[in-house]
C-alpha cells in the first residue's frame, strides 16, 4: 500500500452520512415505481429472446411487444411476471415463447390471477427467472475460473481501450489486437443513438454511428473472440460496455447472461446528459445495478463527464459528490467496493497554474475517500485542441498521475482526441505513452506522500469541505430539486420531464418483480 | 514577396514533417516505401527518421524532407470575419437599443449526436475560452435543449418559444452525419416556417464555413469559435444598425 492522504475522519464520515440522507428518498421512490424496461429484463432473464417478424420492419423484440400488451390489457402496476406465468400456469399458452406469439397473433388474453392462481403464476415465474439468474451466476464462476487459469493484469492500473467501428465484425479484430497491444480492458462504445432508443436491437450488427450497437449476440461474439486471445496473453482480458439509457436494466441483463466483465452504469448521467426522465433513471438504474452486483460486474460511473460541461477546478466537489451519491445507490443495490469503478477525470484546463497539482489534489481525494473502490481514471477531453503534440504531453502527466494516485482503471488518453476517431497508429502510440509512464514511474506512488497542510492536502479537503456543504443543501431541498436546479453539471433537469417518463409505473400492491424478489433474496 | 516555402529553420529550405502508416510490416522495403511516397507527397529529397512495427503487418513512419511545392499567398482565400466583434455590454446595449425586447436563443444537438460540449460552450454561463456563454448576456433568453433532440422537436420548440436564432452544434461526423443532419434542420425550418424561420446557425470543428448556403443554413462556426464571436454575429445578422427599429 502506497502513500495516502489522511483526511479528515470527521469530514469523511459527515460525507457519507449526508450522502445516505440524500440517496433514501429517491431509493424509496424507486421501490415504488417500476418501468417498462425493469420488465422487458424480467422476461430477457426469464430466457425470451427474439424479435416479432411482424411488427414494424421486424426489429421490435418479443419483450417489448409481451409488455406493451400486458400494459394495454391489464395495466403494468401489477408486473409482467404475474399475468404472464398465469397464461403458461393456467394453460392458456405453453411456454414464455408460446405467449408471446399469441402476442404477435393477438391472440392473447391476458389477466392477472388473484387467490391460488396468484400463487401458482408466481411460483412459475420466480421459477423461470431464477433459471435465468442461474445462468448470471454460472457466467460469473466461469470468470472466476478465467481468472484462475490465465491470470489478471500483472499490474494497475488496468489499461482499458476503447473500440467503435460501427460494425462488430471489424471491431472483433481491433479488439483483439488492442488485447495483444497491451488492454487490459475493452469496451466496445454504443451507436450514439442507442441510449434513446426504448428497444435492445436483436443479433450480430454492422451498422452503428461512432459505435457499435449493444446486443446480446454482440456481447456474446466479442466476449468468445476475447476469450480466444485470454490464453495466448496468459491474462484475461476484461469486456465493457453501458448499462445506460432507456434499456438499463435489459442491457444489464444481457451482460449478465453473456459474462460481459464491467459495465459504465452512473446514477445520473442519463438525467443529466441524455435528458432521461429522473424517476425512470433511478428506478432503472437500481434494477441493473442490483443485476450486476449478481454478475459480479464492475460498475464504471461517469463523474468525468460533469467535468466536460462544468470546469474542473471550480466544480471539482460536484464529482466528489456524484462519487458519494453513486457509492451509496450502488451498495444499497448490493455491489461490493471491489466493484465500484467510480470515476473522475483530468481536465483542468492546463494553461493555468499548478494545473497538475490540482489534478493531483483531486485524485487523491477520491483514492483517500474510497480506498477499497478501483477508481477510473479518464484523460483529458476538454482541452485537447488538435494540437497533437501538445495532447501528447498533456496525455503523459495524466498517465503520470493515474500512476503516482494508484488508479485503478485507466482510460488510454488518445492525441487525436476530438480530431479523427483514433487511428492505428494514434492507439499506438497512445499505448507507447502509457507504458513508458507505468514502467518508469510506476513505483513511484511508495516514494510520494504530500505533506500534511501542503498544497495538495490543502486543496484536497477543500473540495471535500465544498463537497459536504453541497450534501447538506442537497439533503435539505431533495436530489431530485438539486437535479432540477442544475447543481450536477450545470444542465437543469426536472422530475416531470425527459424522456421515458411514460415507461414509469407505479406499482400495485401485490406487484412481483421475482429477479428483484430474488435478487435481494426474498424468495 | 508572395511566393513562399515551409520554414525549418533556414529561410526557403522547404522542410515539413509528417507521419504515417502503410500496410506493411517493418524492414527495409518498408521504408522504401515510405520514401516512395514521400517522393509523390512532393517531399524531396526525404528522410524516414523513425519507424516501429505496429502489430502484425503494419509500420509507423516519421519523415522529414523538403517540399519542392511553392505557396502562393495571393492566391489564398479565406472567409474573412464581415460582422464586428462586439463586448457583451456593447451587444447587450444593441440588443436593448434596436429590439426592445430579449432575443431569444435555442440551442441543442441533434439527431443521435449526444456530444454536447460545443453547444454547452457557446451557451453555457461558464463559457469557453475564458468567455463567458450567451447565458450571461442579460439581454438574451437562452434555452439550451441538450443532446440527441429530433428536429421536428426542435422545430416545435422554436416556434413555440419565437425563437429569433436556433444555434446547432454537430461533433459526430462519422459518415457524414452532422452534414446530413444540417440538412434535415435547414430543410424541416424552411417547410414549417418559410421566411419566417429564425436565424440557423451551426457549429462544429468538422464545419467548413464557407458551406453555409450549401447546407441551407445562415451561418456556419469552425472549430475554436467563442461565445463573443458567436453573440456579435447574431447582432449584426440580426439587428443590423441601418434597419435598426
Redesign the interface.
Known amino acids: 500500500m502506497s502513500a495516502r492522504l489522511t483526511l479528515d475522519p470527521g469530514l469523511v464520515a459527515r460525507a457519507r452520512e449526508l450522502a445516505e440522507l440524500a440517496a433514501q428518498p429517491v431509493i424509496d421512490l424507486a421501490t415504488r415505481h417500476t418501468t417498462v424496461s425493469v420488465e422487458r429484463a424480467v422476461l430477457r432473464l426469464a430466457g425470451l429472446e427474439g424479435t416479432d417478424p411482424v411488427t414494424g420492419e421486424g426489429e421490435i423484440p418479443w419483450v417489448n411487444r409481451v409488455v406493451d400488451v400486458v400494459r394495454e390489457q391489464v395495466g403494468l402496476e401489477h408486473g409482467v411476471a404475474l399475468p404472464v406465468w398465469h397464461a403458461i400456469a393456467s394453460g392458456a399458452a405453453s411456454s414464455l415463447q408460446d405467449v408471446a406469439e399469441q402476442v404477435g397473433a393477438g391472440t392473447a388474453r391476458l389477466a392477472v390471477p388473484t387467490g391460488g392462481d396468484e400463487e401458482r403464476a408466481r411460483e412459475a415465474a420466480l421459477a423461470a427467472v431464477g433459471a435465468g439468474l442461474g445462468r448470471v451466476d454460472a457466467a460469473r464462476r466461469r470468470r472466476e475460473e478465467l481468472v484462475a487459469t490465465h491470470g489478471d493484469p500483472p499490474r494497475r492500473p488496468w489499461i482499458y481501450l476503447i473500440v467503435a467501428t460501427g460494425d462488430i465484425y471489424e471491431d472483433i479484430p481491433q479488439a483483439q489486437a488492442a488485447a495483444r497491444a497491451g488492454a487490459d480492458v475493452i469496451a466496445v462504445i454504443r451507436s450514439t443513438g442507442q441510449s434513446l432508443l426504448d428497444y435492445v436491437p436483436e443479433g450480430a450488427t454492422r451498422t452503428g454511428y461512432a459505435g457499435t450497437y449493444a446486443t446480446q449476440e454482440n456481447f456474446r461474439l466479442m466476449r468468445a473472440a476475447l476469450d480466444d486471445v485470454c490464453a495466448e496473453l496468459g491474462r484475461y482480458v476484461r469486456l465493457t460496455n453501458y448499462a445506460s439509457g432507456l434499456c438499463m436494466p435489459e442491457i444489464a441483463a444481457l451482460a449478465g447472461l453473456e459474462r460481459l466483465d464491467m459495465m459504465l452504469n452512473d446514477a445520473m448521467y442519463g438525467i443529466l446528459f441524455r435528458d432521461i426522465n429522473p424517476i425512470r433513471t433511478f428506478v432503472d438504474q437500481r434494477f441493473s445495478r442490483m443485476v450486476h452486483a449478481r454478475a459480479g460486474i464492475i460498475i464504471n460511473t461517469g463523474e468525468d463527464n460533469y467535468l466536460t460541461t462544468a470546469d474542473a477546478v471550480d466544480e471539482a466537489h460536484t464529482v466528489t459528490v456524484s462519487q458519494l451519491l453513486n457509492e451509496r445507490f450502488a451498495r444499497e443495490a448490493g455491489l461490493e467496493d471491489w466493484q465500484l469503478g467510480l470515476g473522475h477525470a483530468f481536465e483542468i484546463n492546463p494553461a493555468i497554474h499548478d494545473s497538475f497539482r490540482l489534478e493531483l489534489a483531486h485524485a487523491m481525494l477520491a483514492r483517500a475517500l474510497f480506498p477499497h473502490a478501483p477508481l477510473k481514471w479518464m484523460p483529458p477531453t476538454k482541452h485537447m485542441t488538435g494540437d497533437v503534440f501538445g495532447g501528447y504531453l498533456l496525455d503523459g502527466f495524466f498517465n503520470l498521475a493515474g500512476a503516482l494516485t494508484d488508479q485503478g482503471i485507466l482510460l488510454v488518453g488518445m492525441m487525436t482526441e476530438a480530431v479523427v476517431t483514433p487511428w492505428l497508429s494514434d492507439r499506438d502510440l497512445a499505448l507507447r505513452n502509457v507504458r513508458y509512464v507505468l514502467d518508469a514511474a510506476g513505483g513511484l506512488s511508495e516514494d510520494f506522500a504530500p505533506p500534511p497542510g501542503g498544497f495538495i492536502d490543502r486543496r484536497a479537503h477543500t473540495v471535500l469541505g465544498e463537497a459536504v456543504e453541497l450534501l447538506e443543501k442537497i439533503t435539505a431541498d431533495g436530489l431530485l430539486p438539486a437535479i432540477a436546479q442544475g447543481t450536477f453539471g450545470i444542465t437543469k433537469r426536472p422530475a416531470d420531464r425527459g424522456k421515458g417518463l411514460d415507461g414509469v409505473v407505479v406499482k400495485a400492491p401485490g406487484h412481483l418483480d421475482p429477479a428483484t424478489e430474488l435478487m435481494e433474496g426474498r424468495a | 514577396m508572395t511566393v513562399i516555402r515551409p520554414y525549418g529553420d533556414t529561410t526557403g529550405d522547404g522542410m515539413v514533417q509528417t ?3 502503410l500496410p506493411v510490416p517493418p524492414g527495409p522495403r518498408a521504408e522504401g516505401a515510405a520514401l516512395q511516397l514521400a517522393g509523390k507527397m512532393g517531399i524531396h529529397p526525404a528522410m524516414v527518421v523513425h519507424s516501429h512495427g ?2 502484425e503487418g ?1 509500420t ?1 513512419f516519421v519523415v522529414y524532407g523538403s517540399v519542392t511545392h511553392l505557396v502562393d499567398t495571393d492566391e489564398v482565400e479565406v472567409e474573412e470575419r464581415d460582422y464586428p466583434l462586439l463586448s457583451p455590454a456593447e451587444v447587450n446595449g444593441a440588443i436593448k437599443a434596436r429590439l426592445h425586447r430579449k432575443l431569444v436563443v435555442m440551442g441543442a444537438c441533434i ?4 456530444h ?2 460545443g453547444i ?1 460552450a457557446i451557451l ?3 463559457g469557453f475560452a475564458g468567455e463567458k456563454g450567451l447565458e450571461y448576456y442579460r439581454e438574451m433568453d437562452v434555452a ?5 433532440v429530433t428536429v421536428p422537436e426542435l422545430v416545435t420548440r422554436a416556434r413555440a418559444a419565437r425563437a429569433d436564432a436556433v444555434l446547432v452544434s454537430q461533433v ?1 461526423t ?2 457524414d ?1 452532422h452534414l446530413r443532419n444540417t440538412r434535415e434542420l435547414a430543410g424541416a425550418f424552411r417547410e414549417a416556417m418559410g421566411e419566417d424561420r429564425p436565424l440557423l446557425v451551426v457549429g462544429g ?1 468538422r464545419f467548413d464555413p464557407a458551406m453555409a448556403r450549401d447546407l441551407g443554413v445562415d451561418k456556419v462556426f469552425g ?1 475554436g469559435t467563442t461565445p463573443g464571436e458567436v453573440a456579435s454575429y447574431l447582432v449584426s445578422a440580426l439587428l443590423p444598425e441601418e434597419i435598426a427599429a
Open positions: 507521419s504515417f502508416t505496429i502489430g503494419f509507423f439527431g443521435t449526436d449526444a454536447t460540449v454547452d453555457n454561463l461558464k439550451n435543449l441538450g443532446a440527441q459526430v462519422q459518415k452525419a470543428p472549430r
